[in-house]
């Protein structure tokens, strides 16, 4: 009798519950093991820049259409936008029932590390900043949005070109496919990796993460929580028409690795794998939107910045008017948009948020040491969002295939 092997998804899960079992059971001595989860985080990273350039700019080339690509643009950055702004209200409307700041401890500020308040980039400067003036500097700074705008540019080129750029297209799209093969064998080593890395945090942790900051990571995931019932599960179901059923067990491969990884950026080898294979949507969109999404979509990351600033708000007594709630929905959206999909990122964007609305800073450092917690359910919940909007695009623009039922091939 033939014994059925265990698929990657489901090695990757046993690897995620052994690392919180090891974390809670060796305490800080699971750290001897975190070499191994940072090895697979760096290898994640290296697959990230080369598959964003090949992947766009061949997503873009194989659209062979300008206007093809003028209306699926406007659709997916409009979408983005659309679904930041409901998140950015989300986690107002939750932090605003659950109040994470009323009787919050305040002798735990005096252990919170300073942090430099950071000026607020303006509307202009972002977008002056997403054009490069050395491309090669912006591949080796990692600045996403730079590079988008760049593989942007050469897939139009390339479409301009007709017949002369077909050739140099075919090729892009050829690298393209060898880093999704590189990540293939990448992901082999996920639990192993994913079991350190969780086995780290859960140790360096364990359950005093609870404490002080206890109700701003419930604010945090209960929002998210209505974040999937409120908006993504809507949109699955009524605007890409397809089964939920089938999106759960797609989706789950995709949060398991985000989780542990806490890096939409990261993330993106698994995430174009799902959203192509499991969901049906064509390549040549995923291949534009997923990666753009990691870059400029910020749902979970959206709900983390309200509740921090309602968190603070509270704590200093500062009543937040209407006129300031809307002020946070459109400096919440455009700070997203710049959050570089790291690990972390969302940490420098919340003293930035901070200091515009005019509070106190000494809180994030005291946020910053239980991060990690709250950054997986950001992150999982930002890459849901790029997938979501990917599939609600791809069925507007007849580029999903009707799914396979489970146990049919």
């Known amino acids: ?14 690897g995620f519950g052994l690392g919180i079992v090891i974390g809670l ?5 699971a750290s001897v093991i975190k070499p191994l989860g940072t090895i697979f985080l760096n290898m994640i990273k290296m697959l990230v820049v080369p598959m964003v350039f090949f992947s766009i700019t061949a997503g873009v080339a194989s659209l062979g259409d300008l206007r093809k690509l003028r209306n699926i643009g406007v659709k997916v950055v409009g979408l983005y936008a659309i679904t ?37 980039p303006s509307v202009l400067d972002t977008l002056i900043d997403m054009f490069p003036t050395n491309v090669v500097q912006s591949f080796a700074n990692q600045n996403m949005l730079q590079i988008i705008v760049f593989s942007i540019f050469l897939g139009v080129a390339l479409i301009m070109l007709e017949e002369r750029g077909k050739h140099l297209a075919d090729t892009f799209q050829s690298l393209a496919d060898v880093m999704y093969k ?9 639990p192993i990796g994913v079991c350190a890395l969780l086995a780290d945090s859960v140790g360096a942790y364990g359950l005093s993460i609870f404490g002080p900051l206890g109700k701003l990571i419930l604010t945090v995931y209960a929002a998210d929580v209505i974040l999937v019932l409120a908006m993504y599960i809507p949109m699955v179901a009524l605007m890409a028409r397809f089964p939920l059923k089938q999106f759960f067990q797609g989706i789950w491969k995709v949060w398991v690795i985000t989780a542990s990884t806490t890096s939409s950026a990261g993330s ?13 949507v064509s390549p040549e969109l995923s291949s534009f939107s997923l990666p753009l999404g990691a870059t400029i979509n910020m749902n979970g990351g959206c709900i983390f910045y309200a509740a921090a600033i309602v968190l603070t708000a509270q704590v200093y007594n500062v009543q937040l008017t209407p006129a300031a709630m809307l002020s946070i929905v ?20 919340t003293t930035i948020l901070l200091t515009n609305m005019g ?25 849901t969002g790029d997938v979501v909007t990917t599939m609600v695009v791809a069925r507007s623009e007849n580029m999903i295939q009707p799914p396979v039922p489970a146990g049919k091939h």
């Open 359 to 383: 509070l106190p800073l000494e809180i994030v450092g005291l946020i910053a040491g239980i991060f990690r917690l709250i950054d997986m359910a950001d992150t999982v919940f930002n890459v």
């Open 1 to 14: 009798m033939k014994t059925k092997k265990l698929g990657l998804a489901a090695k990757t899960f046993i």
């Open 182 to 190: 590189i990540t293939a064998i990448v992901m082999e080593f996920s």
């Open 330 to 349: 459109l400096s919440t959206v455009l700070v997203a948009m710049g959050c570089p999909g790291v690990p972390g990122g969302a940490i420098i964007m």
């Open 25 to 29: 059971v060796f305490k800080e001595k």
């Open 268 to 280: 993106l080898p698994v995430t174009t794998s799902v959203t192509n294979d499991d969901f049906g």
């Open 84 to 120: 930041s702004a409901i998140s950015v209200g989300i986690g107002l409307l939750v932090a605003n029932m659950i109040n994470p700041g009323k009787g919050f401890d305040m002798t735990a500020l005096s252990g919170a590390a300073e942090y430099e308040a950071q000026g607020m």
